[in-house]
């Protein structure tokens, strides 16, 4: 028995096995880059979630440090007859009897509000 070899049947077979290859390389490069898409967006989502925490971060130091000197404002008007005086003054514009009040020009003449500290 003889086997006749034409090539028809190689270059279909050859042609399908390309396909084959072709869609298999798509579909790894399209698993490849949906990947490569959530590495990303992690990545920035990670990014800014570090800026954020650092920001909270510094705001709270600065209300930390705001709260102490608060602290120490409260005990000293509890004891100081002098930090009292200086508050009322500074805060309400107050003066004493025997004082007077000179405004220069330029300068306001509003009494400072407190979240001005």
Same mark, same amino acid.
């Given at each position: ?14 042609? =399908? ?16 880059? #949906? ?9 920035? %989502?990670?990014?800014? #979630? %570090? ?5 909270? !971060? ?17 005990? %000293? ?12 003054? =500074?805060? #309400? ?21 407190? !979240?001005?500290?």
């Amino acid at each position: 028995m003889r086997f006749h070899y034409d090539g028809s049947n190689m270059d279909v077979s050859t042609n =399908k096995q390309r396909k084959v290859n072709s869609i298999k390389l798509i579909a790894v490069s399209v698993v490849i880059l #949906l990947l490569l898409s959530f590495v990303v967006s992690g990545a920035v %989502k990670v990014y800014r #979630l %570090k800026n954020e925490m650092r920001l909270m !971060e510094q705001r709270i130091s600065t209300l930390e440090t705001k709260n102490n000197s608060l602290s120490e404002l409260i005990l %000293k008007l509890r004891d100081d007859s002098d930090t009292i005086q200086r508050e009322i003054r =500074k805060r #309400l514009g107050r003066i004493m009897p025997d004082e007077t009040i000179v405004i220069f020009p330029g300068e306001s003449n509003e009494v400072p509000s407190e !979240e001005a500290e």
